[in-house]
């Protein structure tokens, strides 16, 4: 694959792919994650740790994208377990939904179409387009733009290809057309993978949703009993994404394109056809109207014209009121599930038009300042935004003003489409709304303003759209009608209701953008009567902000962009008619899909080891001998709310307390790592439903969500097409577990996307391999010797710099810092070992200097890399797992020391480099001898001064005094400086010290501002 190409050699792969597989064997056999509520505890924050995973959909294997997020809740979990704590790390796997489904389904149609195995017409491969929107939509939503199929599969290709891709063999994608096959196969062959990961994972409480598990999905049903008591779930009338080829609402997780998406509503203006004629004659009795869907109804006393593109293909729609609409095909396709038709799906079309049909015709437009208006010709309306119909406003739209000019300046233009001048020439710009800076005709002022020329200027176009509309939503007003004086934010929804009640418009929604669903269908929007979780209900938004207030989002941006969904997030759909799920307990004709199903299952984890019976359908019996049957509402009533215990139940009471205590102890989950994407969707709507479930109880509603951005491999997007793209299982193959966990922990902290470089992996590969070979050297090696109570001067500053490494690399991993953790407890601190061993030259290391620095080694970085240290961790002799080890307790940290020995480094390689100066032969004149060699010095001169120069010390002064300000730009330190008098004449040399000091306090921090050092340089000498 492009960028992750094989290696030379694989020795030091197989070595450490060797190591892994024995300690893999020995926790399984010690059972080292299983872990067991105690039979006392009350799971404090420091007493135990419950990290999630959202569980992964089981359409494909993981790639390393996947792995990187994982390991962010692997690598908590390795270093909460240092430090004492109970930790329990659960993973499920997710089947609910319609992708497998329509996957299953796809693999039938391609046998019964194509034969076995099938014989593909060669075909174009299809791209999806990105959305051009024609106005700015002016909203703040954070949402993810890419699907899992479309992540997981790329675009347009067969789903027989992309089983192939995956690297099965015919007879066995054959399976795949039966739905039950795609959950026997993925979860296994997941958890292979991720054992193989040696992630720290409580196998006993894995599972799958759907009523393939019965216990699951009496649990699911359980929940929404109680959200329906709670009045969260209502019924009604809804809009949303619609695919009317799968007859059901299409669910993000139900798309192939468009996740992510929902519907946005339109304002439609109904401009009346006065007397028609030609194509729009005899139409109807009610009236012939072009319909324009636009987002700003506050501008229309400004209408002009009506601009329609002459080649574009129209249809007339007659509705069920009689009246007749000239729209697109694709609107009046929208228009048919919204209620407009007399059958719905029917777009009822009466008359099949072209652009140039419809030019010139006069229309009366409501709130328009002329009381007839034209449709003119508008070369750049484009047919998948809106009806393909324009209301022109060139007082407030950079577009319609240069199309309108245009069409004045250009009579050649007219002529072409049969304008005449009557149509367009005495039809100027009406201002209507004021804007600071741009005056009252806005769109007039930015066109000039950017020179733009014509409407063909597509980048200056857009650019001043920008900054017209933004600027005059938030900064307009109203300078005309009933609701002159008042902004443009709060007229608009005015002005809006005004023309709905008058019928002169009404409410039109349509997706964002193109919506494709699994089944290859174009989502349209749809009046739907289904069952929905009322997120827009004021007291429960109110209620989850509260939890949003006190759970850690471990980054200001992922707080921001969950604030920002609670801002816009209203109505959910809950419930579908197709594809896989648990069934509405009250109404089993709908099943719930799968953003619902998995809000609160963080709390089945907690029991769902004595349920399960080690099987993920909990096929088998499980050591309770309960019963899905027995799970009744009371009994979970009892374990997840506290409510009394159940009075009629076959459950010993025993067992039931064993659940609760499970539940009681574990729960809540106190870090839940995601991908950034998943904010405005599953993390806020698991928000949600811990505030609807537990109102009461805020001990169980999330502690915290650490997410994170995307994985770049080696600075690229992942992509399969691309072949820049590796799973799990060949990232392991190629790089070692260990290899692998060191460069995702190496690629990012951040929120903004990470970088996967395979160049670090093998690089990683090398350290790992050599660690292990050094310890193996140090062990065999009799000549060091203990001198614990003579230390040296490097003997004290490596103890020093082992006790700062650990300090750093603790504060990092407790803040989720991988990155960071490794920088210090392994990168930085091997980098110490290596300049101690310089340092001691011939009286060598000391060996229990040393042997604390393997311990320290292994145990920091067993977090990360726990298989390589497990292994030196037996080298050593220790006969219990490094993972049951504790952190190390770290000494007083003398950073004089540490300073002092930087110091020494320092003077020795500026003594090396004056040596190597004075060594060099001088240059040879041309046709002379050559110049002598130059004698060796014996002896060295070294002078040390008490305090730096006068005019320095002012300097440095100054850049302290700032610095604590929080100012360190160069340029406002050049300006300070040169406000000193007493640095007048050594101008040209101050701004070199103030660079070269300020490198200095990058690498040092600020007491690199002292004036005088806090010890006697002479006495380090």
Not at 234 to 241: A, H, S
Not at 445 to 469: G, H
Request: some cysteine; glycine content about 6%; proline content about 5%.
């Amino acid at each position: 694959m492009s960028g992750v190409g094989d290696r030379k050699g694989t020795f030091k792969v197989e070595f450490l792919k060797e190591l892994e597989r024995k300690a893999q064997e020995k926790w399984d056999a010690m059972k080292v994650y299983e872990m067991d509520a105690p039979e006392t505890g009350e799971g404090t924050p420091d007493e135990k740790l419950m990290v999630t995973f959202p569980y992964p959909y089981m359409n494909g294997r993981l790639h390393l994208g996947h792995t990187f997020t994982i390991c962010k809740c692997e690598f908590a979990v390795g270093f909460q377990r240092l430090k004492g704590k109970k930790c329990l790390f659960p993973f499920g796997f997710h089947v609910t939904g319609m992708p497998i489904k329509a996957c299953a389904d796809k693999i039938k149609r391609e046998i019964e179409t194509f034969g076995y195995p099938p014989q593909f017409p060669q075909e174009t491969e299809v791209v999806e387009e990105k959305d051009k929107s024609d106005e700015p939509i002016i909203k703040d939503k954070s949402k993810g733009k890419k699907s899992k199929a479309v992540a997981k599969a790329g675009a347009g290709k067969y789903q027989w290809q992309i089983m192939k891709s995956l690297g099965l063999e015919d007879e066995e994608i054959k399976k795949f057309a039966d739905v039950n096959y795609w959950l026997q196969y993925f979860p296994p062959k997941t958890e292979m993978d991720l054992r193989a990961m040696g992630l720290r994972v409580d196998w006993r409480r894995s599972f799958i949703t759907t009523d393939a598990n019965p216990f699951y999905d009496a649990f699911v049903k359980w929940q929404f009993v109680k959200l329906k008591e709670r009045n969260k779930i209502k019924f009604g009338k809804r809009y949303t994404i619609y695919s009317a080829k799968d007859g059901q609402p299409c669910m993000d997780h139900d798309r192939s394109s468009g996740e992510g998406v929902g519907p946005q509503e339109y304002t439609l203006i109904k401009m009346k056809v006065l007397n028609p004629t030609g194509k729009l004659a005899n139409l109807g009795s009610k009236g012939v109207y072009m319909v324009a869907a636009t987002l700003r109804p506050e501008t229309m006393y400004g209408q002009t014209n009506c601009w329609v593109r002459p080649d574009m293909a129209y249809v007339a729609c007659k509705l069920k009121n009689g009246e007749v609409w000239v729209c697109t095909k694709r609107a009046a396709r929208n228009l048919s599930y919204q209620g407009f038709m007399e059958t719905e799906g029917d777009p009822s079309v009466v008359a099949d038009l072209v652009g140039q049909d419809i030019l010139g015709v006069a229309l009366s437009a409501p709130l328009a300042h002329h009381k007839t208006i034209y449709t003119l010709p508008m070369l750049t309306i484009k047919e998948d935004k809106g009806t393909g119909v324009v209301t022109s406003v060139p007082s407030d739209s950079p577009d319609d003003w240069a199309a309108l000019r245009d069409l004045k300046n250009k009579q050649p233009f007219r002529e072409k489409y049969g304008i005449r001048d009557e149509m367009v020439l005495p039809f100027d710009p009406v201002p209507i709304i004021t804007i600071p800076d741009f005056g009252d005709l806005a769109a007039v002022t930015v066109v000039d303003k950017l020179k733009i020329q014509s409407q063909n200027d597509r980048d200056k176009l857009a650019e001043a759209k920008e900054m017209v509309y933004l600027k005059g939503f938030y900064e307009g007003k109203m300078i005309i009608g009933e609701h002159s004086g008042k902004t443009v934010q709060d007229a608009k929804p005015l002005i809006k209701d005004t023309l709905v009640k008058a019928n002169d418009a009404v409410v039109y929604m349509e997706p964002e953008k193109t919506v494709i669903s699994r089944s290859g269908d174009e989502c349209v929007v749809a009046l739907c009567d289904q069952w929905y979780l009322d997120y827009g209900d004021k007291q429960w938004k109110e209620g989850t902000k509260k939890l949003l207030d006190q759970l850690n989002t471990f980054s200001d941006e992922v707080r921001k962009n969950f604030e920002s969904t609670l801002g816009w997030l209203q109505e959910h759909a809950c419930s579908r008619t197709y594809g896989l799920g648990s069934k509405l307990p009250w109404d089993e004709s709908w099943l719930i899909e799968g953003l619902s199903d998995s809000t609160i299952y963080m709390a089945y984890y907690t029991v769902a080891h004595l349920l399960q019976g080690g099987t993920y359908d909990s096929s088998k019996p499980n050591e309770l001998n309960i019963k899905a049957s027995d799970m009744t509402v009371e009994v979970w009533d009892y374990i997840f709310l506290g409510a009394d215990l159940p009075k009629s139940t076959p459950i010993p009471k025993e067992s039931l307390e064993r659940m609760r205590r499970e539940f009681l102890y574990w729960y809540p989950c106190d870090i839940r790592v995601s991908g950034k994407d998943l904010v405005p969707n599953h993390l806020t709507y698991a928000l949600y439903n811990h505030q609807a479930m537990w109102p009461d109880q805020p001990g169980n509603w999330i502690r915290g969500i650490r997410a994170n951005g995307h994985l770049l491999l080696n600075s690229e997007k992942m992509s399969k097409s691309t072949g820049n793209f590796l799973t799990l299982s060949e990232a392991i193959e190629k790089f070692s577990a260990d290899g692998m966990r060191l460069a995702l922990a190496d690629a990012g902290d951040t929120v903004e996307d990470a970088n996967f470089l395979t160049t670090n992996a093998d690089a990683g590969i090398l350290r790992l391999y050599t660690l292990v070979e050094w310890v193996k050297e140090i062990l065999e090696d009799k000549t060091l010797k203990s001198r614990a109570k003579n230390p040296t001067f490097h003997d004290t500053v490596f103890m020093n710099e082992m006790n700062l490494k650990l300090a750093e690399a603790h504060d990092a991993y407790d803040k989720l810092l991988f990155k960071e953790a490794l920088k210090t407890g392994f990168f930085e601190l091997q980098t110490a070992r290596d300049k101690y061993r310089e340092l001691c030259g011939e009286d060598g290391m000391c060996r229990d200097l040393v042997m604390q620095y393997i311990e320290w080694q292994a145990i920091i970085l067993s977090v990360i890399c726990p298989h390589v240290c497990e292994h030196i961790w037996e080298l050593l002799g220790r006969q219990e797992s490094i993972l049951n080890t504790a952190w190390p307790q770290p000494g007083p940290v003398n950073t004089t020391v540490i300073q002092q020995s930087e110091y020494l480094m320092d003077a020795v390689r500026d003594f090396r480099l004056r040596l190597k100066n004075h060594m060099m032969p001088g240059k040879a004149k041309k046709g002379g001898a050559p110049p002598p060699s130059v004698e060796a010095p014996t002896h060295c001169t070294v002078y040390v001064a008490k305090s730096y120069p006068a005019w320095q010390c002012t300097v440095l002064d100054t850049m302290r005094d700032m610095h604590n300000k929080g100012v360190t730009d160069k340029k406002a330190l050049s300006v300070e400086m040169g406000k000193k008098a007493e640095l007048k004449k050594y101008m040209k040399r101050v701004m070199p010290f103030v660079a070269f000091m300020q490198d200095k306090v990058e690498s040092a921090g600020v007491s690199a501002l002292d004036t005088s050092l806090p010890w006697d340089e002479m006495e380090v000498l």
